[in-house]
C-alpha cells in the first residue's frame, strides 16, 4: 500500500481544528423521539492495555506508510473474526495530536462505504486503530492486474466513493489523500463492485480552520493544494479534483498529468491531458464529460458534490451496481417496525451490535439503504423511508405504511433528525444476526473499558453510560439504576460482575422476547436442513459451542416452517477427544409442524426417561448445555 498514510508539513494545522464539530442536524428533526444518545461514543478506546491479549496480529504487514503499518489480526476469542490494524508510532505531540484528530473524524463518519473504526488502543509510544477487514484490496492493485477498470463498474465505485465524500462534507471533513490506494474492495469476488474508503490521516475538519498545507500526493493533488501556501486558503473541492483523477485512472490505467513537479502543475493549470484515442474511443460521452467538469483549475468551476451525484454517468441504470430481492428489502423494512417497540436500553445495545459488524453481515442491509437514500448523503430523512415502504410493499399497503413517523422518531437513537448508516442496520438485522456468538463479544467488549479482564462490573457500566453525550439525556442517577438494573437482570451468580456467557444470555433472551426479526425468506426446507445439519456436526466436533447453538436456532426455524410431515433429521456422534467413540447415528422423526424436533449433544439436562435429555428450545438455554462428552438430547 503505496503511502498509506501521507504526509503532512505540520504548517500550524496540526494544532487547529483537532476537536470535532458536533454532529450537523441536517435533516428536519420531528417531535416524539427517544432521549438521543450518540452511538459514536460506544467505541472502546483502551489507554495502557496489552492489545495482543486480544488479537494475535500477523507479523506481515498488508501497507505501510510514513508513520507506520498495517497487519491482519485475529480475534483470540473467536479466530475466524479477521480485523485490520494500523500500528503507527507516536514520535512528538503535533504527530500524537494529528493521531487522535484522525480516531475523532473515524468516530464521526458512519457510512456503507467508510471503513469503520471499530476500536482503538494506545500503549506507551504506539497506538492501534482496531478497522474492519476488507479482504479484497485496493483499486490501486486491481488497475496493476487489470491495466483499468471497466466503466460500469469504474462509474459504481465513483458513485459509492461520491456519496461518502458528501457525507464527509456535510459534516466540515475533507479526506484530502483521495487516490486508489485509498479506495479498497470490501471482497475478494471480482464480481463484487463494494468499496470502502480508507486512510483519514490527512482528514480535516474545515469547517473549524482553513485549510492551507500542501499535502496528499502528487498525481491526485488539486492545484490549489500543491501551490497552498500559509496565507492562502483551499476548500473540500480539492477532494474533488482528486475524484476526477481516480476516475481518469481507473478509465484508462494512466495517470492524466506526468513529468516533474512543475510540468504537471503547468498541464494542471492548462486542464491539458490526454482524452482521445484508445481506449478512450470506447468510453462514453458521459464518462468523459463528468471527468472534464472535475478536472478544472479553478475550485469554483468545478461540479459541486451534489452535481456529481447527478451526473448521468452515475445515475445510468447501466452503473447502479446489484439492487436488493424484494424479499429481502421486505424483510429489512420488517425488522426496522418490529425494532422500534423495543426498549431504549436495548435499542441502544444493539446498535452496539451493529457497530461492531463489518460488511460481510451487513451486505443485504447495505443494498437495501443505498437503494433508500436517493439523495446519496449517507442518511435517511423521513420523506426518504417512506418512499422506501411504499415502493416495496405498494401505495395501497395501509398496514405496512402507518405509524411510519413514529417508527423513524425511535430509529433516530442519536436525535439526529435522519437514520444514520448504524442506526438502520441495527434495526434490520434482526436476531439471527444480532444474536451470533461472536458478534456480542464484540459488542460486550464495547462496555469491558477498564481493566479488558472479560468482565464488566457496575462502574464500567456506569464509565460508559457516563459519557457526557448520553449524561445529556440520562441524568447521573438515572444512569447509576439502569447500570443496577442491568446488574440484577445480567448477574446470574451474583458475583457483582456479568461475564460474556450472562451478556449473550441477557441480549438473547431480550431479543426473544421483543422479537426484533420477522420471518425470514429462507431457501428450500429440506436443502437448507441438511446444510445446517452437516454445519452443526462440524460445530460440534470443533467444539464451538457458540456456533453450534446459532445453528440449532437455524435449525429450529427451518423444521417450524414445514408442512408437519415428518422430516428425519440424522446427526451422526462425534468421535475421538470431543465425543463418545459409537459412531451411532441417532435419528429422530420431526413430527411437529409448530415445534421442530432437533438433536444436539447435552450435559447436565433433565432426563425424560428414555435416554435422552429433554431440554425447553427456549432462547439461551444451549449456551451451557452443550458437551459431546454425554448422551443425545432432544430439543422439543
Known sequence: MADVFGTSEGSGEANDGLAPLPSPVSKTKTEGVRNSVNFRNFMPEHINKEITRRYNIDKCEIGAGGYGKVYIAKDRHFEDRLVAIKKVVKHDAQKTAAFRCEIEIMKELDHPNICKLLETYEQGRFMFFVMEFCEGGEVFDRIMETGLIAEDITADIIRQVSTALKYAHSRGIAHRDMKPENIVF???DVTNSHVKVIDWGLGFYFGQTRMKSAVGSLTYAAPEVLEAKETEEYSSACDLWSLGIVAYVMLCGKPPFWGSHNEQLKSMKQERYPITGEPWTSISAHAKDFIKRLLKKRPDQRMSIDKVLMHP?????NNMGPAATKAVAQNVLSNLKNFSQTSQFFSICVTSVARQLDHRHLRDIHLVFREMDTNGDGTLDIEEVKEGFKKIYGMNSSQELTDIEAMFNKLDIDGSGAIDYTEFCAAGIGEKVSCQEYVLWAAFKTFDV??????ISKDEIMQ????K????????????DVAQEIMDMCDGDGNGEIDFEEWMTMMRTASAKNGIEADEREPEIGTQEHELVEALQDAEVTGKTGKAYDILLDLNRVGAKGDGAPQPVVVKKPTGPRGPS???AQEVSMTKPKQSIIVAYGSGLPRDGTGSDVVDARAGTLTHALCAESPPCVLL
Open 469 to 480: 453525550d448520553v449524561e445529556k439525556a440520562w441524568s447521573k442517577d438515572v444512569c447509576s
Open 464 to 467: 460508559v453510560l457516563g459519557n
Open 313 to 317: 454517468w452515475l445515475t445510468s441504470k
Open 450 to 455: 477498564q481493566d479488558d479482564n472479560g468482565q
Open 582 to 584: 459409537t459412531g451411532r
Open 186 to 188: 470490501c471482497n475478494s
